[in-house]
Nanobody, 122 residues
Framework: QVQLVESGGGLVQPGGSLRLSCAASGSISSIYSMGWYRQAPGKQRELVARITSGGSANYADSVKGRFTISFDNAKNTVYLQMNSLSFEDTAVYYC????????????????WGQGTQVTVSS
């Protein structure tokens, strides 16, 4: 089966940095795009950044200039470099992939990782 495995979350002080990784594995035929979303307590899940397999990226206004998303096609892995972290960045970060997987027939769907906690605290 297909898996999205995230890593890199943790506790960081304001102004610090973290790098999240998400590796997709399994019967993957192709990946159209991958992205990062986050959900803070009591809030809806929101887009943080997304990147296509061709390298076109978009960001939430709140993270522009601080976060950088990148995609390694060879490893089916997306990264999120987060700099200048603030209290407002505290959330569970989820990896998402729009990709085609092969079971009996090719199927294009939306897949999610299990989430990784990012906590910004002094």
């Amino acid at each position: 089966q297909v898996q999205l495995v995230e890593s890199g979350g943790g506790l960081v002080q304001p102004g610090g940095s973290l790098r999240l990784s998400c590796a997709a594995s399994g019967s993957i035929s192709s990946i159209y795009s991958m992205g990062w979303y986050r959900q803070a307590p009591g809030k809806q899940r929101e887009l943080v950044a997304r990147i296509t397999s061709g390298g076109s990226a978009n960001y939430a206004d709140s993270v522009k200039g601080r976060f950088t998303i990148s995609f390694d096609n060879a490893k089916n892995t997306v990264y999120l470099q987060m700099n200048s972290l603030s209290f407002e960045d505290t959330a569970v970060y989820y990896c998402n992939a729009d990709m085609v997987v092969v079971t009996v027939l090719p199927y294009r769907g939306d897949y999610w990782g299990q989430g990784t906690q990012v906590t910004v605290s002094s």
